[in-house]
């Protein structure tokens, strides 16, 4: 039992004891107290009230003000995305951060170009396109690359960025093999039989001379066994002519045309420095010598060797055969 003290009005305190329902030795009702300032049950959120909306069939319209909002903001950014302005949007981003870092010293303004020799610098720069001034992060390399690599004269291409403010280019060039003609125009070709330029043929005039359509792609095999086989042969063509993308005629230094077969072009070669060894016929008066039969070798003599010699018919200057052997005889070489 609590005691609690009352102030009289004459000032003296008075004790006043205060009666407890709970009995001694009981403690009070904890689940009583428990409840207390409590709410039976917790409220219901906002998706169970539109639940039980929905369940009873009141619709509000704020659910289809949001699904129409959500709509319309679905068909902008698809127009966005499908009409391009989305990439723009990025790409004109990223032009402003370039010229922001130009600004800040990442601009180009060295070029430094190795391995040219015949490519032209102005052809090269025009490839780069890139100018002083130009922010070096917005220069594609790649690009860059594909372009030069069109140049006649390069055969491959390396480019790259040298921070903060130079670009690297690294070319290395075709190598001159032949000069070709097709009809009246001349091309300077490489080992590949691919064209490289049609400019500056003048300065190029001590390579090999190729005429006639399929030559590129067929020369460097002649040449090459020319060259490894016949080499002082080699030097005294002019001119390696290609007949009906089938064969080769080769034009001498003194005019004299040597026709090759189509197939055993090796074996013929070496008969005919054989027999020009010992009978000096390739130095004779002759216009043509035919080595496209494997067992003989045809001379078609010039007009005065064929007068001085006593040829009797035209049909004979024209055909006339030689055997080997003939020559040493004294016949008509």
Do not use: C
């Not at 091309?187 to 390579?207: K, M, N, R, W, Y």
């Amino acid at each position: 039992m609590r005691q609690v003290k009352v102030q009289s009005r004459t000032g003296v305190r008075a004790t006043k004891k205060r009666s407890s329902k709970i009995a001694p030795g009981k403690r009070r009702n904890v689940s009583a107290m428990s409840t207390f300032g409590r709410r039976k049950e917790r409220p219901a959120g906002p998706f169970a009230i539109w639940f039980d909306n929905l369940r009873e069939g009141n619709f509000g319209t704020r659910p289809f003000a949001f699904g129409a909002l959500a709509l319309i903001m679905g068909v902008i950014v698809y127009g966005i995305l499908i009409g391009g302005h989305a990439q723009a949007a990025v790409d004109a981003a990223g032009r402003q951060a370039n010229r922001v870092l130009a600004l800040s010293g990442f601009s180009i303004q060295n070029v430094t170009v190795t391995g040219r020799a015949q490519t032209r610098k102005d052809d090269l720069l025009e490839a780069v396109g890139v100018g002083r001034g130009d922010p070096i992060f917005g220069f594609d390399t790649e690009a860059a690359r594909q372009r030069i690599e069109q140049l006649g004269w390069v055969r491959s291409a390396t480019v790259t960025r040298l921070l903060p403010d130079t670009i690297r280019i690294e070319v290395s060039e075709r190598e001159p093999f032949a000069l070709w003609q097709r009809g009246g125009a001349l091309s300077i070709i490489d080992a590949q039989g691919q064209p490289i330029a049609d400019e500056g043929v003048q300065d190029f005039a001590h390579l090999p001379f190729i005429v006639g359509f399929g030559a590129p792609r067929e020369a460097p095999a002649l040449l090459n066994l020319m060259r490894a086989e016949q080499p002082q042969l080699l030097q005294r063509v002019r001119a390696f002519v290609r007949v009906s993308d089938r064969r080769w005629n080769l034009r001498l230094e003194n005019g004299v045309d040597v026709n090759l077969p189509e197939t055993g072009v090796g074996k013929a070669l070496s008969d005919l420095a054989a027999y020009d060894t010992k009978h000096k016929v390739l130095s004779r008066d002759i216009v043509s010598i035919d080595l496209r039969l494997p067992d003989r070798v045809s001379v078609k003599l010039t007009e005065d060797a064929a007068a001085s010699r006593g040829i009797a018919t035209e049909a004979k200057i024209k055909n006339g055969v030689v055997r080997p052997g003939d020559a040493a005889r004294g016949g008509n070489t």
